[in-house]
DNA sequence: AAGCCCACCAACCGCGTAATC
DNA sequence: AGATTACGCGGTTGGTGGGCT
């Protein structure tokens, strides 16, 4: 038996509330209160839906409500209180006088979360993206790498691709490179940070990411099985203490990019489709670099994490950018 | 000026669960 | 005790307005 609804749908109003309306239900609740939901419509005079009443009077119409702009104060116990509490948004918003779970869940949708994946925070998390994928790359046992990884950047992605596609940024590496300078053959210069504008590069750019990205978690897989099947892989070494995965190849490809094949939101991910598997012997080349052939290394040793790439272009997220995302 | 895109936010939907019969 | 009803919550949708091309 389905569950039985709280009004006659035929019979009702739905969309934007009238002031007219708005008056009604607020002089009948002023006067009877709250207490039945179902009736209060009928009663008050209004063609609308119990549910669509509480509704309007719990988000809007309460006279305790703030309706202007959210505070800095409130904001950073908006970002704390998610940090503990997750997507719980009545508890949130029991902490802040006159916001509405509602006010704060669009506030988190629509500012908050942007803001802080332009920091470099996974709004999910609350951890820097780079320690999401130092996870992927050292804690977790490959067999677990493409679903885990691809659920952890999927829920990044968005962020991060609207923040790529509002303004180019070149990535650095200050302290990271200095540490693999006498480690690494292929060390990028110090005038690495360089800007195109060009509108070709940057669509480029874009899909080589997601399609990076992608590869990325697949080819890591690869490589693992590669070196525990006894074949020193040249992508993948550690006799130095580091894990070193070998991007190099993964930012270009003819094909179309699978992201949108594995695109996947949370849990709901399936990664690694039988399309990315069929493409993963494919020849890439590496068009966009200056000298083709050179690395995009992620890192790890003692937790940290560093992204780099010797002679490309890749993005600069500045201090700056973190504190003043273009979003 | 018109069309398009995007951000914002009010409102809706459906599910879980507490309350009531 | 089980069925029914109502409420609360979180996710999602759709309308609107402003900015950009």
Redo the contacts with the bound molecule.
Sequence with gaps: ????P?CE?DN??????TPEE?HKLSSYIAQHG???????PKHAGLQ?????C???W???LRPDLK?G?FSEAEEQTIVTLHSV??????????QLPGR????V???W???LK?KLSGMGIDPVTHKPISHLISEIATTLSPPQVPHLAEAALGCFKDEML?LL??KRIGFQFHQQFTNMTSTHNNAPSTSHVKHEENNNYKDNTIEKIKYGLSRAIKESDKNWETSVGGATSSNFHDNTGFSNYNFANLLNDEEGSPWNQSLC?GSACTAGGGGLQQQQNKKISNENCEDSGKEIVVTTRNGSTTMFNSDCVLWDISSDDLMNPM?
């Design positions: 038996m389905g569950r039985i709280c749908k009702v109003k739905r969309g934007q509330w708005d709250t207490r039945n939901w179902r009736l209060i609308r839906c119990g549910k669509s509480r509704l309007r719990t988000n809007y309706h702009q509490l997750g997507n719980r948004w009545s508890v949130i918003a029991a509405t779970d509602n006010d869940k669009n506030h949708n629509t500012k942007k609207h596609t509002k939101s979003v």
